[in-house]
Antibody
Framework: QLQLQESGPGLVKPSETLSLTCTVSGGSISSSSSYWGWIRQPPGKGLEWIASIYYSGSTSYYPSLKSRVTISLDTSKNQFSLKLSSVTAADTAVYYC????????????WGRGTVVTVSS | QSVLTQPPSVSGAPGQRVTISCTGSSSNIGADYDVHWYQQLPGTAPKLLIYGNSNRPSGVPDRFSGSKSGTSASLAITGLQAEDEADYYCQSFDSSLSGSVFGGGTKLTVL
């Protein structure tokens, strides 16, 4: 059964770059029927889609974050990653990695989430 | 302010029926993009509840149902149970943003 697991530092200093990795187990990340994405949830708030990547490497980003975000794939390790630069306290959140289907584009599998706090 | 609008909270007694609305616009729900629903129990990751407006993944009770009309969608829960107490989120695709969008979430309280 396919599973996703986030990993990365739980504390990042303001103005630095947040880096997270999602490891996919039980299946291949190189599936033509899947996109891979990141969603975050600030404390006490709702869900916010950040970015998605297709197995081909095609990417899409939430416009308000696009200038600071990079999503990438490492098929050799069956992982995909997120980098968010110039972080501020507003980037403090639980970060989830998830699998998104092709159209109609829903997220059918989620990781457990990882808490990232931006603080000096 | 989320692209999709949901009521912040709804409540109901055990056994009752509740509905949660999700209102969008002509660039998302009204543009014929499907609506999906997620259930988030306290302290856990969201779980897919309804996909493609009205389809239930395997294992989701038929007490949960979804519908869509125009620029809005609804999630209905019948035979309310204490274990249904959770946050519920709608999600769709937005053509102007070229990406996925979520509602702000609705907290369901079982009285």
């Amino acid at each position: 059964q396919l599973q996703l697991q986030e990993s990365g530092p739980g504390l990042v200093k303001p103005s630095e770059t947040l880096s997270l990795t999602c490891t996919v187990s039980g299946g291949s990340i190189s599936s033509s029927s899947s996109y891979w994405g990141w969603i975050r949830q600030p404390p006490g708030k709702g869900l916010e889609w950040i970015a998605s990547i297709y197995y081909s490497g095609s990417t899409s980003y939430y416009p308000s974050l696009k200038s600071r975000v990079t999503i990438s794939l490492d098929t050799s390790k069956n992982q995909f990653s997120l980098k968010l630069s110039s972080v501020t306290a507003a980037d403090t959140a639980v970060y989830y990695c998830a699998r998104r289907t092709t159209r109609p584009w829903y997220f059918d599998l989620w990781g457990r989430g990882t808490v990232v706090t931006v603080s000096s | 302010q989320s692209v999709l609008t949901q009521p912040p909270s709804v409540s109901g007694a055990p056994g009752q029926r509740v509905t949660i609305s999700c209102t969008g616009s002509s660039s998302n729900i009204g543009a014929d993009y499907d609506v999906h629903w997620y259930q988030q129990l306290p302290g856990t990751a969201p779980k897919l509840l309804i996909y493609g407006n009205s389809n239930r993944p395997s294992g989701v009770p038929d007490r949960f149902s979804g519908s869509k009309s125009g620029t809005s969608a609804s999630l209905a829960i019948t035979g309310l149970q204490a274990e249904d107490e959770a946050d519920y989120y709608c999600q769709s695709f937005d053509s102007s943003l070229s990406g996925s969008v979520f509602g702000g979430g609705t907290k369901l309280t079982v009285l």
